[in-house]
């Protein structure tokens, strides 16, 4: 299936749209990834939180790491 994707991304990245579109289209495509991951992260984070407040630190991290994708993606519409 990622392979499949992998080559629809590639046509309309070459044929079909700008490359600055493309990489537009990339970075809304991680953004919404990351929030559909933190959606269930959050939940759960905070749940856990609710009956230990030690997991705080814990839960706060675990709620982050999908924003790195964003960055990372963003990063990488940079570099490339």
Same mark, same amino acid.
């Given at each position: 299936?990622?392979e499949?994707?992998?080559?629809v991304?590639g046509?309309l990245?070459q044929?079909?749209?700008s490359p600055? $579109?493309?990489?537009a289209?990339?970075v %809304?495509?991680?953004t @919404?990834g990351?929030?559909?991951? =933190?959606?269930?992260?959050?939940? /759960?984070?905070m749940?856990?939180? $609710?009956?230990?407040e030690?997991?705080? %630190?814990?839960?706060? @991290?675990?709620?982050?790491?999908p =924003?790195?994708l964003?960055?990372? /993606?963003l990063?990488?519409?940079?570099v490339v």
């Amino acid at each position: 299936m990622l392979e499949a994707l992998t080559n629809v991304a590639g046509l309309l990245a070459q044929e079909l749209i700008s490359p600055t $579109a493309a990489a537009a289209l990339a970075v %809304g495509l991680a953004t @919404i990834g990351a929030g559909m991951a =933190e959606r269930s992260i959050g939940a /759960a984070a905070m749940g856990a939180i $609710a009956e230990d407040e030690d997991l705080f %630190g814990q839960g706060l @991290i675990l709620t982050v790491i999908p =924003e790195t994708l964003v960055i990372l /993606a963003l990063v990488t519409i940079f570099v490339v």
